[in-house]
């Protein structure tokens, strides 16, 4: 048992029978009445995020987890699957819990965020940047390559995602998978 001046991002708790992760939180101290904590819970295992005040001192119940590494492997209608590099052990889940599943690309290494009593999963998460190859993107006209101008392309796993101008078909790019924004061009 914890109570809310325990709590912290990416904390993970039982509330009304699920299991959530604190995505922000802000403990509130006004000047007249009592403390509260202001969280955003992002559900587990439907992947809303809904908003919730504690009141201070509020006993929760914490939910001790375990992060491990996966590789994905490939993915069907509704489930992706993933193998344990150390194990071999397969596992799958359902592609809802992956938050921008558009940038999975196969043998990609993934974070399984695992529930550790009950040993099942319960999110995963993709590393914070991605080098992706543009397999298409309309051409820059020409002296139009030196302003900001944002054009879309599209990667290797078929998302879309705005790059500048001067970026070319095969080249490789450095995205961040939270946002899908561009954040460079690499060196093959």
Same mark, same amino acid.
């Given at each position: 048992m914890a109570t809310t001046s325990d709590i912290r991002k990416g904390m993970c708790l039982e509330h009304n029978g699920h299991t959530y992760i604190i995505v922000e939180f802000q403990h509130v101290k006004p000047g007249k009445g009592n403390a509260f904590v202001r969280t955003k819970l992002k559900n587990l295992t439907n992947g809303k995020v809904v908003d919730y005040? $504690?009141?201070?001192?509020? %006993?929760?119940?914490?939910?001790?987890? =375990?992060?491990?590494?996966? !590789?994905?492997?490939?993915?069907?209608?509704?489930?992706?699957? $993933?193998?344990?590099?150390?194990?071999?052990? !397969?596992? &799958?889940? +359902? %592609?809802?819990? +992956? &938050?921008?599943? !558009? $940038? +999975?690309?196969?043998?990609? &290494?993934?974070?399984? +965020? $695992?529930?550790? =009593?009950k040993e099942i999963p319960l999110s995963c998460s993709l590393p914070q940047y991605i080098i992706l190859e543009v397999t298409e993107v309309e051409p820059g006209a020409k002296g139009n390559t030196a302003t900001n101008t944002l054009t879309p392309a599209t990667v290797e796993t078929g998302a879309e995602v705005r790059v500048p101008l001067f970026i070319k078909e095969g080249d490789l790019i450095r995205i961040e998978s939270e946002t899908g924004a561009y954040m460079e061009r690499m060196k093959k």
């Amino acid at each position: 048992m914890a109570t809310t001046s325990d709590i912290r991002k990416g904390m993970c708790l039982e509330h009304n029978g699920h299991t959530y992760i604190i995505v922000e939180f802000q403990h509130v101290k006004p000047g007249k009445g009592n403390a509260f904590v202001r969280t955003k819970l992002k559900n587990l295992t439907n992947g809303k995020v809904v908003d919730y005040t $504690f009141p201070a001192g509020h %006993k929760i119940q914490d939910v001790r987890v =375990e992060r491990r590494k996966y !590789q994905y492997l490939y993915d069907d209608e509704d489930r992706l699957y $993933f193998m344990n590099n150390d194990t071999y052990e !397969q596992i &799958d889940v +359902l %592609k809802e819990m +992956l &938050d921008n599943v !558009q $940038f +999975l690309k196969e043998g990609m &290494d993934v974070e399984v +965020l $695992f529930h550790a =009593e009950k040993e099942i999963p319960l999110s995963c998460s993709l590393p914070q940047y991605i080098i992706l190859e543009v397999t298409e993107v309309e051409p820059g006209a020409k002296g139009n390559t030196a302003t900001n101008t944002l054009t879309p392309a599209t990667v290797e796993t078929g998302a879309e995602v705005r790059v500048p101008l001067f970026i070319k078909e095969g080249d490789l790019i450095r995205i961040e998978s939270e946002t899908g924004a561009y954040m460079e061009r690499m060196k093959k």
